[in-house]
């Protein structure tokens, strides 16, 4: 056993529990073991803390880490972002209730687990083994840090034959390599080879994930069910599943198969951020809320914390807001008020993020009833997004609802009109900008082309006619705006060119409000008016 | 809402655990502490054989639990043979004072889940152990087929005959019949392309009995 004292002796290690008792114990039993520097971590967070600043050899970690995120999640985040490399070896204690959730990821997999209570003489039997494997495959993961995957290949076949013991292993490195390549032929015949001799379940993963990539959907369904009948806790198959109704546009079978997942593994990040995607796209609010609220409180140290998190979470509690006051409704705008902060705070240098939070604000105060604090959050938002230079489309449709919500309907009109005239609008947007416009009903507008008229009536009483056909063409330009705005109008042209000369082109302008009203009948209170106009116009008309 | 026995019984269990994982470690700084303490040495290996047993028992209780549950699926990795074979020789020349010989390649490894490879391991030697044996010969045999097996011999009297010509191990009985059922429902877990494991046991042709552990 000096041997494995002189390697762990060189070694940086990290060790990590959540008890306190297991943790110094762990730590002790590293060093009765020959190792000299070893760190420890409570919890996730410290971990990633931990791992970001030092370079570690060796990781050893409880799998179940108490409420916040688990071993497998800072293996994955730390091998995802590659804080740690391939040649750093990551021991995962674990219950054997977790044993397929580990054992089955098929990218992100530890080097090895022992299985709790275990000895320091099973410690040192594993450390001994595992260390020992690692050397072993230290080319190829040298390779594989140095990111050259094409000469991972032919260095898995050299050891391959050298080391035949270490077959299964190593082939689970090429099958992983394949696919980083995209070879998903190659890798599906790797995977179907490895089967034929046993039904390995990260074999029976990487067969459907190379079927889902050859887009044969189909045979990909029926090996991931088959593969879930036989191990329903091997998350990460729902997960691909779900890939696949999403293909079919089969949102609400998505949205099932990743509740199944969530309740055998919640503490995933990137799933609970796609369950409520998902759900909140089928508009099941409730669980939309409580993936969301999962995904912010998870990834709130990690590295897939998202401002998006923040913000749909806020969002998905919109739908139990309410003026009633009620404990429902002030349980969740205090919760969407708090998410909205929390975003504007940690995303405070970007702009976009904090305008999404103050329109999500906005919304927050009107659904309560509190109609000043949500004109309040408004009128911050569009301040916001005046100064962003390129707003998108869909910034300026969330300002268009935001306006009508604080009834502000001129801005909202005006915007609109913008949005109408851009050319950048994705199909969801046009789609958005539509229904916006269709659920602006004929009143709303009637309302805002008097507000408009009442405006363009004062320039005109105080003489101001360039002012006041200005806003009258805004309020016509809607076909919803009434005979009386038609007719002053009307008026406001023709007194325009009796003062100053007649204009072919207002001319043809009045011709065109003149056939919008039609013959107004003798009833009409307006009818003089009209009449009288009609004269002025032909007299204009024989002038030019 | 139905009560959730399961989960509370999963929670007690996993603080256990916890706690067992604890106190060996404490026994392990004490042992640390008092290795050059002549005179406390039998109290430490008292202390030592009684907790590697409930150690044990706990994991007998946890693969009992596993192998009820309905839902029950084994956790077959590539395991060596070795690693899980180790701890358990060392047990038992160690605590229980028996000799055990091996002829197993340091790099032998295998698929199996290896709780249930632990229990069944120490069900056999434990066995061995209570019907009078004193020593052991553990071999592996590998098949082309991908099957194989472990062969544990010992020099003890051997099993009766009752016992050789019953097809399956009940729970009804002695002591040795527990251990037995226990051995044959771990291997039964195990399953490749149709096949599933087994026990077979025999009496070898001189003395002592033979059981062999087979992997399908």
Same mark, same amino acid.
């Given at each position: 056993?000096?041997?494995?004292?002189?390697?762990?002796?060189?070694?940086?290690?990290?060790?990590?529990?959540?008890?306190?008792?297991?943790?110094?114990?762990?730590?002790?039993?590293?060093?009765?073991?020959?190792?000299?520097?070893?760190?420890?971590?409570?919890?996730?967070?410290?971990?990633?803390?931990?791992?970001?600043?030092?370079?570690?050899?060796?990781?050893?970690?409880?799998?179940?880490?108490?409420?916040?995120?688990?071993?497998?999640?800072?293996?994955?985040?730390?091998?995802?972002?590659?804080?740690?490399?391939?040649?750093?070896?990551?021991?995962?204690?674990?219950?054997?209730?977790?044993?397929?959730?580990?054992?089955?990821?098929?990218?992100?997999? !530890?080097?090895?687990?022992?299985?709790?209570?275990?000895?320091?003489?099973?410690?040192?039997?594993?450390?001994?083994?595992?260390?020992?494997?690692?050397?072993?495959?230290?080319?190829?993961?040298?390779?594989?840090?140095?990111?050259?995957?094409?000469?991972?290949? !032919?260095?898995?076949?050299?050891?391959?034959?050298?080391?035949?013991?270490?077959?299964?292993?190593?082939?689970?490195?090429?099958?992983?390599?394949?696919?980083?390549?995209?070879?998903?032929?190659?890798?599906?015949?790797?995977?179907?080879?490895?089967?034929?001799?046993? =039904?390995?379940?990260?074999?029976?993963?990487?067969?459907?994930?190379?079927?889902?990539?050859?887009?044969?959907?189909?045979?990909?369904?029926?090996?991931?069910?088959?593969?879930?009948?036989?191990?329903?806790?091997?998350?990460?198959?729902?997960?691909?599943?779900?890939?696949?109704?999403?293909?079919?546009?089969?949102?609400?079978?998505?949205?099932?198969?990743?509740?199944?997942?969530?309740?055998?593994?919640?503490?995933?990040?990137?799933?609970?951020?796609?369950?409520?995607?998902?759900?909140?796209?089928?508009?099941?609010?409730?669980?939309?809320?409580?993936?969301?609220?999962?995904?912010?409180?998870?990834?709130?140290?990690?590295?897939?914390?998202?401002?998006?998190?923040?913000?749909?979470?806020?969002?998905?509690?919109?739908?139990?807001?309410?003026?009633?006051?009620?404990?429902?409704?002030?349980?969740?705008?205090?919760?969407?008020?708090?998410?909205? =902060?929390?975003?504007?705070?940690?995303?405070?240098?970007?702009?976009?993020?904090?305008?999404?939070?103050?329109?999500? &604000?906005?919304?927050?105060?009107?659904?309560?009833?509190?109609?000043?604090?949500?004109?309040?959050?408004?009128?911050?938002?569009?301040?916001?997004?005046?100064?962003?230079?390129?707003?998108?489309?869909?910034?300026?449709?969330?300002?268009?609802?935001?306006?009508?919500?604080?009834?502000?309907?001129?801005?909202?009109?005006?915007?609109?009109?913008?949005?109408?005239?851009?050319?950048?609008?994705?199909?969801?947007?046009?789609?958005?900008?539509?229904?916006?416009?269709?659920?602006?009903?004929?009143?709303?507008?009637? &309302?805002?082309?008097?507000?408009?008229?009442?405006?363009?009536?004062?320039?005109?009483?105080?003489?101001?006619?360039?002012?006041?056909?200005?806003?009258?063409?805004?309020?016509?330009?809607?076909?919803?705006?009434?005979?009386?705005?038609?007719?002053?109008?009307?008026?406001?042209?023709?007194?325009?060119?009796?003062?100053?000369?007649?204009?072919?082109?207002?001319?043809? &302008?009045?011709?065109?409000?003149?056939?919008?009203?039609?013959?107004?009948?003798?009833?009409?209170?307006?009818?003089?008016?009209?009449?009288?106009?009609?004269?002025?116009?032909?007299?204009?008309?024989?002038?030019? | 809402?139905?009560?959730?026995?399961?989960?509370?019984?999963?929670?007690?269990?996993?603080?256990?655990?916890?706690?067992?994982?604890?106190?060996?470690?404490?026994?392990?700084?004490?042992?640390?502490?008092?290795?050059?303490?002549?005179?406390?040495?039998?109290?430490?290996?008292?202390?030592?054989?009684?907790?590697?047993?409930?150690?044990?028992?706990?994991?007998?209780?946890?693969?009992?639990?596993?192998?009820?549950?309905?839902?029950?699926?084994?956790?077959?990795?590539?395991?060596?043979?070795?690693?899980?074979?180790?701890?358990?020789?060392?047990?038992?020349?160690?605590?229980?004072?028996?000799?055990?010989?091996?002829?197993?390649?340091?790099?032998?490894?295998?698929?199996?889940?290896?709780?249930?490879?632990?229990?069944?391991?120490?069900?056999?030697?434990?066995?061995?152990?209570?019907?009078?044996?004193?020593?052991?010969?553990?071999?592996?045999?590998?098949?082309?087929?991908?099957?194989?097996?472990?062969?544990?011999?010992?020099?003890?009297?051997?099993?009766?005959?009752?016992?050789?010509?019953?097809?399956?191990?009940?729970?009804?009985?002695?002591?040795?019949?527990?251990?037995?059922?226990?051995?044959?429902?771990?291997?039964?877990?195990?399953?490749?392309?149709?096949?599933?494991?087994?026990?077979?046991?025999?009496?070898?042709?001189?003395?002592?009995?033979?059981?062999?552990?087979?992997?399908?």
């Amino acid at each position: 056993m000096s041997q494995l004292d002189a390697i762990l002796g060189k070694m940086r290690i990290l060790a990590i529990d959540d008890l306190v008792e297991s943790r110094s114990a762990m730590k002790k039993m590293l060093m009765i073991l020959g190792a000299n520097k070893v760190d420890i971590a409570m919890d996730g967070d410290e971990a990633t803390e931990f791992i970001f600043n030092n370079s570690y050899d060796l990781i050893i970690s409880d799998y179940n880490l108490g409420r916040g995120r688990d071993g497998q999640q800072i293996l994955e985040e730390a091998r995802f972002t590659r804080q740690i490399k391939a040649t750093c070896t990551f021991v995962m204690l674990t219950g054997e209730n977790a044993m397929d959730m580990v054992m089955g990821a098929i990218e992100y997999e !530890p080097d090895d687990y022992v299985t709790k209570p275990f000895t320091i003489d099973v410690m040192r039997q594993r450390l001994t083994r595992i260390l020992n494997v690692k050397e072993q495959l230290k080319g190829i993961n040298e390779s594989i840090d140095r990111q050259e995957r094409r000469k991972v290949l !032919p260095l898995c076949d050299a050891l391959i034959e050298k080391q035949p013991r270490l077959k299964l292993r190593i082939e689970r490195i090429k099958g992983r390599t394949f696919m980083a390549l995209k070879e998903f032929k190659a890798a599906l015949d790797l995977y179907q080879n490895i089967l034929k001799e046993r =039904e390995v379940n990260w074999a029976l993963l990487g067969k459907a994930t190379c079927l889902f990539n050859l887009e044969d959907f189909d045979a990909a369904e029926k090996v991931l069910e088959h593969t879930i009948r036989e191990h329903p806790k091997y998350v990460q198959c729902y997960d691909l599943l779900c890939k696949i109704h999403l293909k079919r546009k089969k949102l609400q079978s998505a949205q099932n198969t990743l509740l199944r997942a969530t309740k055998v593994s919640p503490k995933q990040v990137l799933r609970q951020m796609e369950l409520g995607r998902i759900a909140y796209a089928n508009k099941d609010f409730a669980v939309a809320e409580s993936a969301f609220k999962m995904s912010v409180k998870l990834a709130r140290h990690s590295c897939y914390r998202s401002v998006k998190n923040y913000l749909l979470f806020a969002k998905s509690l919109q739908h139990k807001i309410t003026p009633q006051n009620n404990k429902d409704s002030r349980a969740g705008s205090q919760e969407a008020l708090k998410a909205v =902060e929390e975003a504007k705070t940690l995303y405070k240098d970007n702009i976009d993020y904090v305008f999404e939070a103050t329109i999500i &604000e906005s919304t927050t105060y009107s659904n309560l009833g509190k109609e000043a604090d949500a004109k309040a959050a408004a009128e911050r938002a569009e301040s916001l997004l005046m100064e962003i230079n390129e707003p998108s489309g869909a910034m300026q449709l969330s300002m268009v609802n935001v306006f009508l919500e604080t009834k502000q309907h001129a801005k909202a009109q005006d915007l609109l009109g913008t949005l109408g005239t851009r050319k950048d609008l994705s199909r969801a947007e046009t789609r958005e900008l539509t229904r916006t416009k269709n659920e602006i009903s004929e009143v709303v507008v009637r &309302e805002y082309t008097t507000e408009i008229n009442d405006q363009a009536i004062g320039f005109f009483e105080r003489g101001q006619l360039n002012q006041a056909i200005e806003l009258f063409d805004k309020a016509t330009a809607y076909k919803e705006a009434g005979h009386t705005v038609v007719v002053n109008a009307i008026q406001a042209k023709i007194a325009f060119m009796d003062q100053r000369e007649p204009t072919k082109t207002m001319v043809k &302008e009045v011709d065109e409000l003149m056939s919008r009203l039609g013959n107004l009948p003798e009833s009409d209170e307006r009818y003089d008016r009209w009449l009288q106009l009609r004269k002025a116009q032909e007299r204009l008309k024989r002038s030019i | 809402m139905a009560f959730d026995y399961n989960t509370l019984l999963s929670a007690e269990l996993h603080d256990i655990k916890n706690q067992m994982q604890a106190l060996l470690s404490a026994q392990e700084d004490l042992n640390e502490v008092l290795k050059d303490k002549e005179q406390y040495q039998s109290y430490i290996a008292n202390v030592n054989q009684h907790s590697q047993l409930l150690n044990h028992k706990l994991l007998e209780i946890l693969s009992i639990l596993k192998i009820q549950n309905q839902a029950f699926t084994p956790c077959e990795d590539e395991h060596w043979l070795l690693d899980t074979l180790s701890p358990i020789i060392h047990e038992f020349t160690q605590l229980h004072g028996m000799r055990i010989t091996h002829h197993i390649d340091k790099d032998f490894n295998g698929f199996y889940d290896e709780q249930l490879l632990e229990i069944a391991l120490h069900n056999s030697f434990m066995n061995a152990k209570q019907i009078g044996a004193s020593q052991l010969q553990v071999s592996v045999q590998e098949f082309s087929d991908g099957h194989w097996l472990i062969d544990i011999q010992d020099d003890g009297p051997g099993f009766k005959d009752k016992q050789l010509y019953e097809d399956t191990f009940t729970i009804q009985g002695t002591k040795n019949g527990l251990g037995l059922y226990l051995i044959q429902q771990a291997l039964m877990a195990h399953k490749r392309n149709g096949n599933t494991g087994s026990i077979h046991i025999k009496n070898n042709p001189t003395q002592g009995a033979c059981v062999q552990l087979i992997f399908p």
